[in-house]
Structure formats: structure tokens, C-alpha cells
């Protein structure tokens, strides 16, 4: 009578960047003749790393990872890792639908003109492209500017096949002047700051400065202030 029996076992490894398993299954497997058989299926489980940024400094000089910046091409124009692989996870959305026409002109006239954020959906040659470049044995370090995209674009890849990939926990904009060698216009923390909030303190200064000047005119020249009043068009 034949019989299947099956063991299972499964090593775990923990350090400072997280934790990793390496499992694998045995089964044996008696035949009608009485021979057994035995074969071994080995299959690696990994979790994705969130590091602080002076420890993903380390990962790179110390242990060989290459960077990957998942963020859109404007910020990665402002600031970006030296010697870095750029492949956006998500791209401007340049459709021209009647539904994301009308979603790109509410985006662009309040989250665009404010905080300066493209119009943009998810890339879904992401992975694909990411592939090209990079083998799954690659050791990656995958940074975005606030930490989400990251995360969302190691899950994608360890779904691909990565095992080798860390995360910065809360982005770019953790990260302290000179950690990293960078290139761009700012700094790597700054490089998400855009639109009219990046002079809002330059306009609350100017028109307190306005202000200022126009009580103390009022003060001490009360009537030359009066006569400018009088030369004011009425409604």
C-alpha cells in the first residue's frame, strides 16, 4: 500500500534590518514495490527591510546594494542618490478620457498648484522595467520621498522575485543633508516641496512687511494718509 509522508522545515534569521526565513519541505514517498523515494522542494520567503537612513547608508557602502528611486520624474529631477536606477512606479497621466480630463483639471488647480504633485497613475511596466536592469539576486534599496511608494514597489518586486530588498522607513525626506552623495537642484528632504506652499512663507512676510509700513505711514502721517484715502475711487 503506498504512503506519502511529509515534513516540514523552516529557519528564521533575524538582525538589525528585519527578518528573513529560509524553508524547506521533505516528502517521502513509499511505492507499491516497497522502494522509497524522496525528493526536496526548496523555496526562499523574504520580508521586505525597513531601515533608517543611516543604516541604508550602510547597506550601500558596506554591503553592495544599489539604490532603486521609485519617485515621479520631478522630484527626482530636484534631488536625487548618486549613481542611482530611476523607474517610476508612477508616471504622468497624460489620457485624454472625459473622466481624467476632468480629475486632471480639479488635480491641477488645487493639489497641483499648492504642493506642485503631477497628475499621475500607476506604471504598469514598473516591474518590467525593473527587471530589465536589475537580476532578482540584485540587492536593492528602493527610497520614494515619504515612504509609501517604496513600500508598495518592494512588495511588487518581491512578488516578482526579489528576496534582497530594503525600504527606507518614511522616505527621502528622513534623510540628513550629506548622508548620501546627491545631485539636483535641493536637497534630497526637500525635494518634494513644490508649488505656492514653497513661497508661502515669502508672501506671509511680504505682506506683514506691507502692513507694518502702512500703520506706521497712518500714524505719523495722518494726513497725508487722509489725502491718498480721498484719492481713492469710491464704489
Known amino acids: 500500500m503506498a504512503g506519502i ?26 511505492t507499491i514495490r516497497g522502494k522509497p523515494k524522496r525528493w526536496r522542494n526548496f523555496g526562499i520567503r523574504a520580508e521586505v527591510n525597513f531601515v533608517n537612513p543611516d543604516e541604508a547608508k550602510k547597506l550601500v557602502t558596506d554591503e553592495g546594494y544599489a539604490v532603486l528611486d521609485v519617485r515621479d520624474k520631478t522630484q527626482y529631477e530636484r534631488a536625487h542618490i548618486k549613481s542611482c536606477y530611476h523607474v517610476p512606479l508612477f508616471i504622468q497621466n497624460q489620457d485624454n478620457d472625459f473622466g481624467t480630463i476632468i480629475k486632471r483639471t480639479v488635480h491641477n488647480n ?68 550629506g548622508t548620501f552623495d546627491s545631485e539636483g537642484s535641493t536637497e534630497l528632504q526637500d525635494a518634494g516641496k513644490a508649488g505656492l506652499i514653497t513661497i508661502q512663507g515669502k508672501i506671509s512676510a511680504v505682506l506683514g512687511t506691507v502692513l507694518v509700513c502702512a500703520y506706521l505711514f497712518i500714524t505719523f502721517f495722518p494726513e497725508q494718509a487722509e489725502k491718498l484715502l480721498q484719492l481713492a475711487p469710491s464704489s
Open 110 to 177: 488645487f493639489s497641483g498648484l499648492f504642493f506642485g504633485l503631477p497628475f499621475t497613475k500607476l506604471n504598469d511596466k514598473f516591474v518590467d522595467s525593473v527587471q530589465s536592469q536589475l537580476s532578482p539576486q540584485s540587492k536593492l534599496l528602493i527610497v520614494c520621498q515619504e515612504g509609501l511608494r517604496s513600500t508598495a514597489a518592494a512588495t511588487k518586486l518581491e512578488a516578482a522575485g526579489f528576496k534582497n530588498v530594503a525600504c527606507v522607513t518614511s522616505g527621502l525626506q528622513s534623510v540628513k543633508p
Open 5 to 30: 509522508a511529509t515534513c516540514a522545515l523552516t529557519l528564521s534569521s533575524r538582525s538589525n534590518f528585519g527578518t528573513s526565513w529560509l524553508e524547506f519541505d521533505t516528502h517521502h514517498r513509499r
